[in-house]
């Protein structure tokens, strides 16, 4: 079966990663926009075009199912995808299985710990991880986090730069709250998902890839093999600047 | 005489800043490429392609010279827009200016003082200020800074995360040599050009604004009256979500 990855750029290939290691059978079809990375920091309407434009390319190479494996564009344009992708093809995004994700590790939490979502800005400004976590919880923050990518991205992920960064992002709501769950709200944070749970000890800091996984397996039926499975690349960029090559997490 | 200033985002302004205060009697037109920015990760071919599209929208509102406030365009796709633009109007990089300010303050330290450029790693890659500088000086270094543009647009200019990161980046050269020139060979870093300076005691930090102002007048004959100078603003993505809203330096 051939599986659809999309992000804006490279930070996709965590969930990539994950989705490659538990099912093996699968051939995966990574598409990374390169020429247009980043979506974070772009219109609502600009990302809902380029993300329509990225399903018909996934569509065209003939793959059964779509990851979107980029928060901007499933907060964003989720629908735009699928109405490009066609019924046939389901279309999962990082939101819900991110959203499930936290709110099953709140559950060893009591009701008055927090849910922080870490994410970019126009994750943050879209609402949606905030509206869809308030429905079950009833304390949800979320903190755009804009310099944490392009610090990945440097290769600092164990910088004290990076953990100054961190800091200021997350020190407010660990001194008042001494437990929580943190949500990776964007896929380049696992790269720092240990840098995360050292700013947040006894909270815990939940990456939505395992949870994406399963929704994988329930919308398509796809069993779980070990191995490596085979992807194939396109970037829409293919000589854009690789910002950094980092081992994954 | 109406001037345009093209840069991918929002970093020319402060040459837009500079050339209004000195020529009031001009009407600039501003293109930032909000929908394609930032061009330091882009590829060559893409920043050529970009460029030239933007020369073109300039061209089309009537634009009698061309000031390219970006140095990545600069550095990669200077004849691509005078292409675009037709040869009855100039254009005006900042690289040129940017080199000659260097080379002006480098008169005042003996010759074994280097000259240390910091840009994108787009800018650095294309080897364009060093290859220029060392035609005139013995000793250059170009140091690719991509942390500083986000921390910048995060409103950070003077946040012990920011000196801490500038220190990265030119600490070495510091602690080799007591005094030089350092080039801010981005549009962006004028909004940070203290940080740099208290970075590097002893040493001149240069703008090339105020070259930029000097090859615009001589280029064009404006002549300089004081006041403010009229802009149109246009965006390409005029809905993106702006980075930063700070005082111009």
């Given at each position: 079966m051939k599986i659809g990855v999309f992000d804006s750029?490279?930070?996709?290939m965590t969930v990539l990663s994950e989705l490659r290691r538990q099912f093996s059978s699968a051939h995966f079809v990574y598409l990374g926009d390169t020429a247009n990375v980043?979506?974070?920091?772009?219109s609502s309407a600009q990302v809902k075009r380029l993300s329509a434009a990225c399903g018909i390319t996934l569509r065209e190479r003939g793959v059964e199912c779509v990851v979107v494996a980029c928060n901007t564009a499933s907060s964003i344009a989720l629908e735009e995808i699928r109405e490009a992708c066609g019924s046939a093809i389901p279309v999962i995004g990082v939101v819900e299985p991110g959203v499930s994700a936290a709110l099953a590790a709140m559950s060893q939490y009591p009701a008055s710990s927090p849910v922080l979502v870490l994410a970019t800005k126009a994750t943050v400004k879209s609402g949606l991880y905030g509206k869809l976590l308030r429905e079950k919880h009833p304390l949800v923050f979320e903190q755009a986090c804009p310099l944490l990518v392009p610090m990945i991205e440097e290769g600092w992920t164990d910088h004290p730069v990076l953990h100054h960064t961190i800091e200021e992002y997350v020190g407010p709501y660990r001194r008042r709250h001494s437990a929580g769950v943190a949500l990776l709200?964007?896929?380049?944070y696992p790269w720092i998902q240990a840098a995360v749970q050292r700013a947040l000890p006894g909270w815990t800091v939940v990456n939505s890839a395992q949870a994406i996984a399963s929704v994988l397996q329930s919308s398509t039926g796809l069993q779980p093999a070990t191995g490596a499975a085979p992807v194939d690349w396109i970037f829409t960029d293919p000589d854009a600047i690789p910002g950094f090559v980092l081992p994954l997490p």
């Open positions: 750029g490279v930070g996709g980043p979506y974070g920091t772009k709200g964007c896929t380049h």
